[in-house]
Structures are given as C-alpha cells and as structure tokens.
C-alpha cells in the first residue's frame, strides 16, 4: 500500500481549503505535539474523496481532528 503524506492531502484542496487545512495543522502540531497527521490515504479510486487524521498513535484510538476533502472541498471534524 502506497504511503500518502501532507503534501498529497494539500494538494487535492482547492485554495481556501489549502488555506484553512494549512492553519489547522499549524496550530495542531505547535499546541499540541503528540497529534501527528496518520491514515492520510484516498478514500476511493477516483481520488476525489481523501481523508487525513490527527491521532496520537497511527491507529489506536480516536482521532482528535479529521480532515476531509471531498472534490476540492474541506470539511473538519472535531472529536470533543
């Protein structure tokens, strides 16, 4: 399986969505150290729907945030 990085993520959004993901994963990695981004892959074979986690461990437990681009499009989510 083909390992994805930040990079990949940011470049499937559009301007305001490279933007707004960019000052989340400041803001995330500076606050918050031990939240890395993990299980940053596509979601389907047409690339057009990715996903990119912050999480402590790269597979165990909740994710803090999640990223989602959905054509172009970001869309967060905060787990409380």
């Known amino acids: 399986m083909q390992e994805y990085t930040y990079t990949d993520f940011i470049n499937t959004l559009n301007n305001v969505g490279r933007c707004v993901a960019d000052a989340i994963h400041d803001h995330i ?23 990119m986690n912050f999480r402590k461990k790269p597979e165990f ?11 172009g499009k970001l869309s967060i989510r905060v787990i409380g």
């Open 29 to 51: 990695t500076s606050n918050y150290y031990e939240y890395k981004p993990f299980n940053i892959k596509p979601m389907n074979s047409a690339l057009n729907k990715w996903q």
């Open 61 to 71: 437990g909740k994710a803090f945030c999640s990223l989602y681009s959905v054509d």
